[in-house]
């Protein structure tokens, strides 16, 4: 809150005059009485008022509706005062004027124009009549944030705050994944970007909130914040993680992983190995049943029918013994001494 100035050149001409006068004079007796006089006239002429606007800076959501609090204290009718809104350095085109009872649009900062408004910083508050000149602005944008003057000036002077609007934004919904590591181990990762402030960041099971392994945050455009965190897990242990981002009341958002929905996707998978893994050892039980047929029958001494065309050496592997006549061998075939090969 800053003092009220009076505006001198206003309201002292008389004292002056009555000063110079009293010098003339030369009477102290008389200067006390102009004194008092003086002091006396501008309690008597002078509303006093002060500013009344939050210390903090006032919180609004990118898109949303700002609302700025500046009231006069003591309350009085401001609807014939000046009322401007404006941002440093720009006293001249400001935010909202409001002047000779009525919005003024002429000087207005083109990136105000047709959102900004006299608002009411409650709902039971009177307005302009209760000393209410609240600044009320639509669509807030990243642009918006910073400091705002609240300025208002009657004919004996003006009186002048700030109030600070931070622009908040909410990022995207986190995206979560779950990568299995093995048996009872999941890397849970948590994914969101376009937070400004930097949100917290935190993952729990239901039961108890979870330390991650890492939490990473990092800056992008315009000064948005993205987060990035990976924790893990044991389905055995929870059936399901959350991961929640958090700046305010309301401006948050959770994402959850079942974890056991997850566990379900590997084992159909094990499953199909061991499915494959079965069929393979049947398939080498068939075989070793085929070969042991195969010798059996061989034992059991198939005649090789003579002139035919045989894979010998498929029938060797098979466990027959084959017996072969020279003179009735094909011309390929080299016999070897004792007329016999393993
Ligand atoms: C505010 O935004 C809404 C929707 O985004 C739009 O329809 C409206 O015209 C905007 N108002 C102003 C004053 O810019
Ligand atoms: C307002 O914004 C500034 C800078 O962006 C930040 O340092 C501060 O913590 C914010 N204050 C609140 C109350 O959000
Ligand atoms: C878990 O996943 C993240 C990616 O989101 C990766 O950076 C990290 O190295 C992984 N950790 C392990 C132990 O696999």
Known sequence: MSRFVRD????????????????????????????????????????????????????VRLGHVATMPCSLTPSMNAEGLEVRWYRPKHFDNPVLLYRERQIQEALQQAQYVGRASLGLREVTSDGLKGGD????????????????????????????????????????PPLLSAVRRDADSVNVSCVSHGWKPRPSLQWSDGRQTLKPERLDYSSGAQGLVSAHSWILSSPSSAPWVSCSLVLSEGEEWEGRVDLRNLAAVPETSSGLQTAVIILALLLVLFVVFIGV??????????????????????????????????????????????????
Request: glycine share 4%; with cysteine.
């Open 293 to 342: 047929l195969y010798k059996k029958r061989g034992r059991e001494s198939t005649p090789v029918p003579k002139g035919d065309i045989v894979d010998i050496e498929t029938m060797r592997q098979a466990g027959v013994n084959v017996t072969l006549d020279p003179n009735t061998a094909p011309p390929y075939l080299t016999v070897s001494p004792n007329d016999r090969r393993h």
């Open 133 to 172: 000149v609240t600044l009320k602005l639509v669509n807030v944008t990243l642009r918006d944030q910073g400091e705002y003057v609240c300025y208002v000036s009657s004919d004996q002077g003006y009186e002048s705050a700030s109030v600070f609007l931070n622009v908040t934004v909410v990022g995207t």
């Open 8 to 59: 001198l050149t206003h309201d002292m001409p008389p004292c002056v005059i009555e000063k110079a006068s009293s010098r003339a004079l030369n009477t102290v007796m008389r200067l006390c009485i102009l004194a008092a006089l003086c002091a006396s006239l501008s309690t008597a002429t002078t509303e006093m008022f002060t500013f009344s606007v939050p210390k903090d800076p006032v919180s």
